[in-house]
């Protein structure tokens, strides 16, 4: 095992521009290759000053949305990409020379990358090969790692990875990493090919096995269920940095800015922009709301603030409530029954603002009716307009 810590680590992609196929042929016969003008070509930031802590043991889940740097940050880390700046430390040591093979990663792919010239016990025993390990010990290790895998893995074992299903071969995948005693186990979206009953099963193994070794490991998955029943802590990306580090609950109840608040949850929070300070109260079209003693002081007359909350914040009915909260109206766009919670998911248009929020599941309502909405105020969020921060 080990921890895994990176201090300000950055990866430059830059991509050369490309010419025009017809242009390019024009300037040949015009003149030489090399008499060509260099043009500066696209500069992306895939990694941007990246710092993060993995304690020794801790499985550590990372999400954000398409293009973030989520599998890069992956590779980094096993050393596949080593191009970048800063450092990367397994238990204190930099390891920017230390190639992956001998590194003691188990890696497991979305799309599983068995060896398909060997059987399943080829795929297993391949690391032992390489590192000239004895046929004893090798079957030793691999035997110790069917037993861990569970009922009917053994029966794999003789099989060809073209023969297997895939949630069978991803159980391979997933031995194959664990049968070499890794000191980190990075998994890239292990389970997005799979189907749903077959990636609640899967989930259940990886996160058995994760439980029983105590492995420190990093889990790349776009699926927030995922990332919250295997991780105990969830990174946060977005644009090639850390947006914020922490629990699930953490990260609900204090997210740090817009973006994080608008992407983690199921859902998501509601966000309802164009806002302005004015006083003591945020003006947002025709309503008035009152800023917490918290929010008070960081904010000037003029500013722009986004305001969100959560639609378990959001109570909506036919009539006007007596209660103390914020009171808001709006036309209903959309029902959604939860007959398990005995609500109703109501989303509501105000406006320019679309939100959602929830009313008892008997409640007689209609797509088109208007409704009356009331905010909890001490469940309200303020985030500045520009940068995205909250106040």
């Not at 302005?276 to 079209?285: H, T």
Request: proline share 5%; hydrophobic share 35%; aromatic share 8%.
């Amino acid at each position: 095992m080990a921890e895994i810590q990176l201090h300000n680590v950055s990866l430059d992609y830059s991509t050369p521009a490309r010419e025009p196929v017809s242009r390019i042929f024009q300037i040949r016969r015009e003149r030489n290759v090399e008499d060509l003008p260099v043009e500066t070509g696209k500069r992306i930031l895939a990694l941007d000053h990246v710092n993060l802590t993995i304690p020794d043991g801790k499985t550590f889940t990372v999400v954000g949305p398409s293009g973030c740097g989520k599998s890069t940050l992956l590779r980094v880390v096993s050393g596949i990409a080593n191009n970048y700046s800063g450092q990367v430390l397994y238990d204190g040591v930099d390891v920017h020379e230390v190639p992956p093979k001998d590194r003691y990663i188990g890696m497991v792919f979305q799309n599983f990358a068995l060896y398909p010239n060997f059987d399943n016990e080829g795929n297993l025993s391949f690391f032992f090969k390489m590192h000239k390990i004895s046929d004893e010990k090798t079957r030793e290790r691999i035997q110790y790692t069917s037993d861990l895998m569970g009922i009917g893995f053994d029966k794999l074992l003789p099989r060809n990875p073209k023969t297997l299903s895939g949630g069978e071969k991803q159980r391979v995948a997933i031995a194959r990493a664990i049968v070499r005693a890794p000191k980190l186990f990075l998994l890239d979206e292990p389970l997005s090919s799979l189907d749903a009953k077959l990636r609640l099963q899967t989930r259940g193994e990886i996160k058995r096995l994760l439980h029983q070794f105590s492995i420190t490991s990093l889990y790349v998955t776009h699926d927030q269920t995922e990332a919250i029943a295997l991780g105990d802590q969830i990174v946060v990306m977005h644009s090639g940095k850390i947006e914020q580090v922490g629990t699930y609950q953490d990260l609900m109840e204090n997210p740090v800015s817009e973006f994080v608040a608008g992407f983690l949850g199921l859902p998501p929070m509601n966000l309802l922009p164009s806002g302005s300070i004015s006083g003591n109260k945020l003006v947002l079209g025709n309503y008035l709301i009152p800023l917490s003693s918290r929010v008070y002081p960081l904010v000037t007359n003029g500013q722009s603030v986004t305001l969100g909350f959560r639609r378990e914040a959001v109570k909506v009915s036919v009539e006007q409530s007596s209660g103390n909260g914020i009171q808001l109206r709006g036309e209903v766009e959309a029902l959604e029954p939860d007959y398990a919670q005995r609500t109703q998911v109501v989303y509501v248009r105000d406006g320019l603002w679309s939100y959602s929020g929830l009313c008892p599941l008997d409640a007689k309502l209609r797509v088109g009716q208007i409704v009356h909405v009331e905010l909890d105020p001490e469940r309200l969020y303020f985030f500045d307009g520009n940068s995205g921060k909250r106040l």
